[in-house]
């Protein structure tokens, strides 16, 4: 049976979060990581439409430094008032 989307993208969405500021994930991490937590019920093309998921939604973001990364969305200074 395999698991929701949506119920892989919010645990990929918590590990980007529990990551930030200290360490960039890449989609494979974050893929790797579902498959060692969730076993059998999910696989790369599961894993793929999750993270599509969190970048259509905007709670990720792509960033590319030397590689691609998905990390929280960056809120500029003038956007914290």
């Not at 994930?25 to 060692?36: F, R, S």
């Not at 696989?43 to 590689?67: H, M, N, P, Q, W």
């Amino acid at each position: 049976m395999a698991k929701p989307v949506e119920e892989v993208a919010d645990a990929m969405f918590n590990m980007v979060k529990d990551a930030q500021g200290m360490k960039k994930l890449k989609p494979m991490d974050l893929t790797k990581a579902m498959i060692e937590f969730f076993g059998d019920e999910v696989d790369k093309k599961l894993c793929k439409l999750a993270i599509r998921e969190l970048i259509e939604s905007g709670r990720c973001v792509y960033t590319y430094f030397g590689g691609s990364f998905i990390e929280l969305p960056h809120r500029e200074g003038a956007a914290n008032d």
